[in-house]
């Protein structure tokens, strides 16, 4: 079992930058994939993107294509959500989540960070 805790969020001007990141621990992200999500009042739960933790490989949504990257550091067994160009439309509270490669469905889900951008 995996546990998450997310960190980095906070206050940002349309066109800034933040970093969010996922620190897992309980055991290595060995066989996982690791999601990000947001929720933003009055809106369903969208997901932003997700990454691979063995091979590396990335999956994003339409709408932060080209301007978040996700990228994990093994030896702090970390994910990033690397978000550049913000747009009030990015201002959600930010998940991440896990589950084993070959799991339907995400098991593993942090608390949240907040993201706030102003126009």
């Known amino acids: 079992q995996v546990q998450l805790v997310e960190s980095g969020g906070g206050l940002v001007q349309a066109g800034g930058s933040l970093r969010l990141s996922c620190a897992a621990s309980?055991?290595?992200?060995?066989?996982?994939?690791i999601g990000w999500f947001r929720q933003a009042p009055g809106k369903e739960r969208e997901d932003v993107g997700s990454?691979?933790?063995?091979?590396?490989?990335?999956y994003y949504a339409d709408s932060v294509r080209g301007r978040f990257t996700i990228s994990g550091d093994s030896a702090k067994n970390t994910v990033y959500l690397q978000m550049n160009s913000l747009k009030p439309d990015d201002a959600a509270v930010y998940y991440c989540?896990?589950?084993?490669?070959?799991?339907?469905?995400?098991?593993?889900w942090g608390q949240g960070t907040q993201v706030t951008v102003s126009s």
């Open positions: 989540a896990g589950r084993l490669t070959y799991d339907s469905k995400y098991n593993y």
């Open positions: 309980g055991r290595t992200l060995d066989n996982y994939r």
């Open positions: 990454i691979r933790w063995n091979s590396g490989s990335t």
